[in-house]
């Protein structure tokens, strides 16, 4: 990665460790000048709000990220405008992934579910008259970490300098050196017709042992098992992503699910990686779990620096690109490329 872009950027909290509560916001941005001086007006606030509500409880690890849409960007901040900022491509496979509305993301994280929902209150009430919450989400961790399917979940996660390098752009877009991209799905699971398959066969459909964690051997994992189809590599180089996922639900309702949010410093990973499971590697050898787990949600956002958001200015009139064609649009997600193409490190648990 070129650290020459990283060197003054500081990031927004994308790397931090998995926490026991989180709230996932998804918000539309009226159209108009000004809303997006409204959504300025908050970036360059939003790191005061959490500082304010973390002061509350020093022990509560409250941090939030924010990521920013293809059309909110043209509208509150237009040009320059990040490489590979472009609409979620919905995916008609053997499974469908939709694409969803999704202009604003807040994704907040805290020890304590108290701590995200008074910051998600204040971060929506400044937003009043500007942007609607059309998806909300409370995660919990469940036992130890795992998800609702009884499966571990991020162990194949990486750390420290890896987890940087994967997730944080550097030379290859020096506009936006120290940002990052982000994708989320909201998946449901139908928990009945899960249960009823043999515990062999949920291990050989993701690829691992359910108790131990212990992932099989490669003689004894099918070509369609989950980590078999997300884990690629490129010119002998694993290509990973962060994730950040967390179960949720409803039981009065019989809502199960899994929320997916992957960290990349390039959407092309992440896009990759669900090629290959909806539509297969090849075409047909689709990734089982979607049997299962049926996507509801998919957006994709630009997170940028927290530099970014701490310098802007309500008062900023976004600036016209001056070929602005083709902007926002992006090509329908094809068929899955060979072994080794472009595509997903490590995303082994993720749903």
């Known amino acids: 990665m070129g650290e020459q872009g990283l060197s003054s950027a500081t990031p927004q909290a994308v790397g931090e460790k998995l926490t026991s509560a989180a709230i996932f916001l998804t918000l539309t ?57 472009h609409p979620f491509r919905e995916i008609n496979g053997v499974h469908h992934a939709p694409s969803t509305p999704g202009d604003l993301l807040f994704h907040i994280r805290a020890a ?7 910051l998600a209150a204040n971060i929506v009430s400044r937003l009043e008259g500007s942007a609607v919450v059309v998806d909300e989400v409370h995660g919990f961790k469940y036992f130890d970490e795992r998800d609702l399917l009884g499966f571990v979940d991020g162990t194949e996660n990486p750390v420290k300098q890896d987890a940087v390098a994967a997730t944080i752009i550097g030379d290859e877009d020096l506009d936006f050196a120290g940002g990052s991209y982000v994708i989320i799905q909201k998946y449901l699971h139908d928990l009945k017709k899960w249960d009823a398959i043999p515990v062999e066969q949920q291990e050989r459909i993701v690829g691992r042992k359910k108790l131990s964690d212990i992932e099989l051997s490669e003689a004894a994992k099918p070509s369609y098992a989950h980590n078999v189809l997300t884990n690629i590599e490129e010119n002998g180089e694993q290509l990973q992503i962060l994730r950040d996922n967390m179960p949720f639900g409803d039981v009065g309702k019989g809502e199960f699910g ?50 970014f958001l701490d310098a802007t200015s309500a008062d900023a009139e976004p600036v016209a690109a001056e070929d602005v064609q083709g902007a926002g649009e992006s090509p329908p997600v094809e068929q899955a490329s060979p072994k080794g193409s472009l595509g997903i490190g490590s995303l082994k648990e993720e749903i």
């Open 112 to 118: 304590r579910m108290d701590l995200c929902f008074e």
């Open 258 to 307: 899994t929320y997916f949010i992957g960290y990349a410093k390039s959407p092309a990973r992440i896009e990759r990686m669900l090629g290959n499971m909806f539509i297969g590697l090849p075409p047909g050898n689709y990734d089982r779990l979607l049997d299962v787990s049926r996507a509801v949600t998919g957006s994709l956002f630009f997170i940028p620096t927290a530099d």
């Open 29 to 85: 941005l009226h159209r108009g000048p000004e809303h997006g001086a409204t959504l300025r007006d908050l970036c360059a606030d939003l790191s005061s709000l959490v500082r304010g509500v973390g002061f509350r409880a020093p022990d509560g690890r409250l941090s939030c990220v924010m990521g920013v849409g293809s059309e909110a960007w043209d509208q509150t901040f237009g040009a320059p405008r990040p490489k590979e900022l």
